[in-house]
């Protein structure tokens, strides 16, 4: 899927893949902007029991989460990666209700039980790895090798 939403980016938006950092200010609150109204637009399908809808406004939603990714130099490799570092520390999660969410149910969610250990260090460690030293420095880089030093990635 990611690989898709990177040809939509190159070929209909002709943004051509960019090293890793944070995108332009005016872009990134473009693209925030575009991921509320997906949400309200969800929200409204879901108010008139539109289940279509929905679904086509989660996948869009999904769509503009995956161009955020791109635009900010992460390529589908990269955040395969990166996506299942976070899984796995989801995983170590547990069924719960976190206090700020009260109030809905019996629906399920996850809470962080103690000592569980967020995928900020993980995702740090990958961007190195790749080259993009710090969230600051905008040095291009091209060697990609995953934190096991393996180097099973590629530009």
Not at 16 to 25: D, K, Y
Not at 63 to 81: D, N, P
Not at 110 to 118: D, M, R, V
Not at 124 to 136: F, H, M
Request: hydrophobic residues 30%.
């Amino acid at each position: 899927m990611h690989k898709q939403v990177e040809q939509f980016n190159q070929e209909i938006l002709k943004i051509e893949p960019r090293e890793v950092g944070l995108m332009g200010e005016q872009e990134f609150r473009l693209s925030m902007q575009q991921l509320r109204e997906e949400i309200s637009e969800i929200e409204d399908a879901y108010a008139e029991g539109d289940l279509v809808g929905v679904l086509d406004g989660l996948i869009d939603l999904d769509y503009f989460q995956k161009g955020v990714v791109y635009k900010h130099g992460i390529s589908a490799e990269v955040y395969k990666l990166l996506f299942g570092q976070v899984h796995h520390c989801n995983m170590t999660k547990k069924k719960g209700v976190k206090e700020t969410r009260q109030g809905f149910g019996d629906s399920a969610d996850a809470i962080k039980p103690t000592g569980w250990i967020a995928p900020e260090t993980k995702i740090r460690d990958t961007l190195r790895a790749i080259r993009y030293e710090s969230i600051e420095d905008t040095t291009p880089r091209h060697t990609i090798s995953t934190p096991d030093g393996s180097g099973n990635g590629t530009d």
